[in-house]
């Protein structure tokens, strides 16, 4: 049974650097065609994609945020992390990490965490 | 970057009516060296991660209801709900994995009448 979930701070402020950890089992991430994305949601908003890193350790980010976002993998603690520099209250969101596989849904996130929510203020 | 665009934004359908949302994408999914779409389909409940639903525009993810289908090939696409329950009142979006950034649509909102 493949399970991830989020942690990290719940408040940040404006200009800190945020770190969240997936924790992940169920699955390795040096499996071919697995990988771990971050998405995340503002309050009554849609979904965002920000990034996703590979079983090859490939690693794809949202082109806005690009240089803020840093994708990393731990495949000993079977964690990812990602960092978003200079947080900004529009930063404000639940934050989810999924498991993508080509083998079992072609590369659609077909489990998800329960999500993490972070708030940032000014 | 693939645009992603589902209407109508909002749906109501009485109970054991049919639903159904579109989603354009701003560019084709369709791998010819594959024959695959690569457009999945999420339902996401209040206070609840999104749940797969479908995935290569047509394949059901394992547990879900045989009411949701999924149709279309290159830049458009639909889900469809053949009778609606009350328990798929929720959000569906859209995404493509053809490539990065692997965009979303901006959802639509499913009703009761």
């Known amino acids: 049974q493949i399970t991830l979930e989020e942690s990290g701070p719940t408040l940040v402020k404006s200009t800190q650097t945020l770190t969240l950890t997936c924790a992940f089992s169920g699955f390795s991430l040096t499996t071919h065609g697995v990988g771990v994305g971050w998405i995340r949601q503002p309050p009554g908003k849609a979904l965002e994609w920000l990034a996703l890193i590979f079983w090859d350790n490939d690693k794809r980010y949202s082109p806005p945020l690009r240089n803020r976002l840093t994708i990393t993998r731990d495949t000993s603690k079977n964690q990812v992390v990602l960092t978003m520099t200079n947080m900004d209250p529009v930063d404000t969101a639940t934050y989810y990490c999924?498991?993508?596989?080509?083998?079992?849904?072609?590369?659609?996130?077909?489990?998800w965490g329960q999500g993490t929510v972070v708030t940032v203020s000014s | 970057d693939i645009v992603m665009t589902q209407s109508p934004d909002s749906l109501t359908v009485s109970l054991g009516e049919r639903a159904t949302i579109n989603c354009k994408s701003s560019?084709?999914?369709?791998?010819?060296?594959?024959?695959?779409?690569?457009l999945a389909w999420y339902q996401q409940k209040p206070r609840q991660p999104p749940k797969l639903l479908i995935y290569?525009?047509?394949t059901r993810e394992s547990g879900v209801p045989d009411r949701f289908s999924g149709s279309g090939s290159g830049t458009d696409f639909t889900l469809t709900i053949s009778s609606l329950q009350a328990e798929d009142v929720a959000v569906y979006y859209c995404?493509?994995?053809?490539?990065?950034?692997?965009?979303f649509g901006q959802g639509t909102k499913v009703e009761v009448k």
């Open positions: 995404q493509h994995y053809y490539n990065t950034p692997q965009t």
């Open positions: 999924a498991h993508r596989s080509f083998s079992s849904s072609g590369g659609a996130f077909d489990v």
């Open positions: 560019q084709s999914l369709f791998s010819s060296s594959d024959n695959k779409n690569y």
């Open positions: 290569w525009a047509s």
